[in-house]
C-alpha cells in the first residue's frame, strides 16, 4: 500500500503545474493590473515587453486557464486572474517581509512599517505623530496607504498593511479596534455666510442652502448620516448636496 501511495503522489507530482509558477510571472500580473497596459506594465519592472507578455504566458499554460482578457478598450482579469491576482499580492508582499527580516537580522535595522490611513489621520495627525516616532525609532521607515476608511480596513483584512487609522469602529468582527483620538464635526461655512457668526442652525435650515460632503465610505460622512438619521430623522437626501 505504501508503494501505491509513492507512486500515486509522484504521479500527482508531474502533473501539478502550479509548482512552476515564479515570483517574477505574479510581479508581471500584479504590474499589468496596475499600469493597465503591456507597455507601461514592462516599463515598470525595467524588462521589455515580449518578456512581460512571455511571463503572463508561461503563467497562463502553467495554470491552465487565461488570466488576462485583450481587447482594444484594454486589459481586464478573468475569474481566475482574480483569485490569482489576490494571492500574487500577498506572496510579494510575504517576500519582501521576509526580506525585511532577514536583513533585520543581519544589519540590526528597524524594517518598515506599512500602515493604511483614512484622509483625515493621513492628512492632520500621522504627520506629527510619525515624526516623533521615527526621533525615537530612526531605523524604522513608516509608509502610508492612504484610503477611505472601508479600503482601509479592507488592507488590514489583507494583510496588505499591519494597522489602520481610521475615523470610525469597524462592524467586521475580524478587526480588533482600539480608540485613540476624539474629533467633532462642526459645521463650515464661508466668511460671508449669513451662519458665519450664528452660532447654532436649526435643522430645516440646512434644506435650503447647498452642501457639501464627503465622498460615500469616508468615516465622516457616515457618522454625519447615522446622526442625521437616528437623532433628526433626516435622510442625507433630503439636504442640497
Known amino acids: 500500500m505504501a508503494g501505491n501511495s509513492l507512486l500515486w503522489y509522484e504521479a500527482a507530482m508531474k502533473t501539478d503545474h502550479f509548482k512552476n509558477i515564479t515570483l517574477q510571472q505574479m510581479e508581471a500580473l500584479i504590474s499589468l493590473v496596475e499600469e493597465g497596459s503591456f507597455s507601461m506594465a514592462a516599463r515598470k519592472m525595467h524588462i521589455t515587453q515580449p518578456a512581460l507578455t512571455k511571463n503572463i504566458r508561461n503563467a497562463e499554460d502553467y495554470l491552465g486557464a487565461a488570466l488576462v482578457n485583450r481587447s482594444s478598450t484594454g486589459i481586464s ?19 519582501e517581509e521576509a526580506k525585511e527580516k532577514i536583513n533585520a537580522l543581519g544589519a540590526n535595522t528597524g524594517g518598515n512599517i506599512y500602515i493604511g490611513a483614512s484622509t483625515i489621520p493621513a492628512t492632520y495627525i500621522l504627520p506629527r505623530v ?12 513608516m509608509y502610508i496607504k492612504t484610503a477611505d476608511s472601508e479600503d482601509v480596513m479592507n488592507m488590514v483584512l489583507a494583510g496588505e498593511v499591519e494597522m489602520g487609522i481610521i475615523g470610525k469602529r469597524p462592524s467586521n468582527k475580524k478587526l480588533e479596534a482600539r480608540e485613540l483620538w476624539k474629533d467633532r464635526l462642526i459645521l463650515a461655512v464661508p466668511k460671508e455666510h449669513k451662519w458665519n457668526k450664528t452660532k447654532s ?14 465622498d460615500k465610505g469616508a468615516a465622516t460622512r457616515d457618522f454625519m448620516e447615522n446622526y442625521l438619521k437616528e437623532e433628526k430623522s433626516v435622510n442625507l437626501s433630503q439636504l442640497n448636496i
Open 77 to 95: 482579469l478573468t475569474p481566475e486572474g482574480k483569485v490569482i491576482y489576490d494571492y500574487a499580492r500577498r506572496m510579494i508582499k510575504l517576500r
Open 130 to 141: 510619525l515624526s516623533a516616532l521615527r526621533g525615537h525609532h530612526p531605523d524604522i521607515t
Open 201 to 214: 442652525v436649526v435643522m430645516i435650515e440646512l434644506f435650503a442652502d447647498p452642501f457639501i460632503v464627503r
